[in-house]
């Protein structure tokens, strides 16, 4: 079954702020369980979307939370800072002239049946039955999530990025943009114990052993499937891909000195002594240009810090409102320590 998921709209969700810890407030209608700057929230609002997680939950085989459980009232403070935090979007959107059009949500619930379920209305019909949607509560939660996203393209509509940010950018993260000399070789790994440690004098001989095999014609692959000792190449007959710096010293420089097709006498290691042969020529160390990638670091730095913004708006939006909500009995957020306290808890 094709879950919905859009309980929590995705930059509401990403966004979400812990409100600030308050009382019960005794004046808030019967029937409601918070209000916003004069605005309502219905308690069947909550119960609506404390249904809908249920259903999803059970629909994944998973036991939901009991009511009264502390799990239970988790989930149900999340939701009621959510509804908050919803409509303090929609009244700052108000303000904004931010608006929603009808064209728009049909446009998204369109995209939406076709991606999620490939335009069959039937199926989609029958997953938000089964998930508790009302045709109506679905188009409410997708116009919250359009108006969400605008709200962001709205708050963020100034930030920039120069060319210089990228160029620093670009050079402070050289590696993710370069790549090392690299060739295939293979490998024999020759490890006598002697108990949990390598006998390396054990190991030398074993070693000195099959490099004579080797060098009179003895079959690599053949041998290397027999009695080498390292388990992530032995069933492919030794063979590695190997880049410059990535493997210990004494493997990395004898495997980038060889010649193709000649086998190493046995090299020491920490791990035990080494039989390798060059396969192929040394593949040169190459880094991506700038031109090639300024508009795809742009374009994340633009949106970490279009998000940095809109973070901080937000936060800036909890103390605005910090006075303008008032919840029911029942329903305030839970008190959060007071970090000044806490620090001084700690070092007593």
Not at 308 to 313: A, L, P, Q, R, Y
Request: contains cysteine; charged residues 30%; proline residues 4%.
């Amino acid at each position: 079954m094709k879950l919905l998921r859009l309980t929590f709209l995705p930059l509401l969700a990403a966004l979400l702020v812990a409100a600030p810890a308050c009382g019960g407030d005794s004046s808030v209608p019967e029937g409601a369980i918070a209000v916003v700057n004069g605005t309502e929230i219905q308690r069947a609002a909550l119960e609506e979307l404390m249904q809908r997680a249920k259903k999803n939950t059970e629909a994944q085989k998973q036991e939901f939370p009991k009511v009264g459980t502390p799990e239970y009232q988790n989930i149900q403070r999340q939701y009621v800072a959510f509804l908050v935090q919803r409509e303090q979007f929609v009244q700052e959107a108000e303000k904004l002239k931010v608006e929603v059009t009808d064209a728009e949500i049909d446009k998204e619930v369109k995209s939406f049946v076709e991606s999620r379920f490939e335009g069959k209305q039937k199926a989609f019909e029958k997953a938000l039955e089964e998930q508790g949607f009302t045709k109506e509560a679905f188009r409410d939660t997708i116009r919250i999530s359009v108006l969400s996203q605008k709200l962001f393209d709205a708050v963020t509509k100034d930030v920039e990025v120069e060319d210089a940010e990228v160029v620093k950018w670009y050079q402070q993260n050289q590696s993710q943009y370069s790549t090392p000399e690299s060739r295939d070789v293979r490998h024999i790994l020759i490890a006598e114990k002697k108990g949990d440690e390598v006998d390396f004098a054990k190991s030398k001989a074993e070693a000195d052993r099959v490099y004579a095999l080797l060098v009179n014609g003895g079959n690599f692959t053949a041998l290397a499937k027999q009695v080498s000792q390292d388990p992530g190449s032995k069933d492919q007959g030794g063979k590695l891909t190997i880049s410059r710096g990535q493997t210990v010293p004494e493997f990395d420089k004898t495997s980038f000195a060889l010649k193709v097709g000649v086998v190493s006498k046995p090299v020491k290691t920490t791990y035990g002594y080494h039989l390798i042969e060059a396969l192929s020529p040394v593949r040169k160390a190459t880094t991506t240009p700038l031109a090639k990638v300024k508009a795809s670091i742009k374009a994340n730095l633009l949106q970490e810090r279009r998000t940095e913004v809109m973070t901080k708006w937000v936060e800036d939006l909890q103390g605005k409102y910090e006075s303008k909500v008032r919840y029911a009995t029942g329903f305030e957020p839970p008190e959060l320590p007071d970090p000044t306290e806490t620090e001084t808890t700690e070092t007593e």
